[in-house]
């Protein structure tokens, strides 16, 4: 049992989130990578709103540790700060989305 708790207290953000740039309608994909799988209370923000799994957010998990988040068909007003939380961890990088000119 302690093994346990000590496993979920000591983990870590070993790759976290990167700030991306994208055109409208394009898809956005972050990820952060932790150091042990079990940590509770996992949840992806988009300027302070929680993101849930739909058609345009996929939320997925690999293995506990490797955690993305796609954004599909974005646009303009997507732009923001993403946020990733897992129990007090807490990683965050920007969305800036692109639109497309015509004038070329």
């Not at 996992?42 to 506990?64: A, K, R, Y």
Request: hydrophobic share 40%; proline share 2%; with cysteine.
């Amino acid at each position: 049992v302690l093994s346990l708790c000590y496993t979920e207290e000591a983990a870590v953000i070993v790759s976290g989130l990167k700030n991306t740039d994208v055109f409208v309608g394009e898809s956005a994909t972050f990820t952060c990578e932790l150091s042990s799988p079990g940590v509770k209370n996992v949840q992806w923000w988009l300027d302070g709103s929680p993101l849930h799994n739909n058609f345009v957010t996929e939320i997925s998990e690999q293995d506990g540790m490797i955690h993305t988040l796609t954004l599909n068909d974005v646009a303009c007003h997507d732009s923001g700060t993403v946020t990733f939380r897992a129990g007090s961890l807490i990683s965050s990088a920007k969305l800036l989305v692109k639109g497309i000119s015509l004038l070329e």
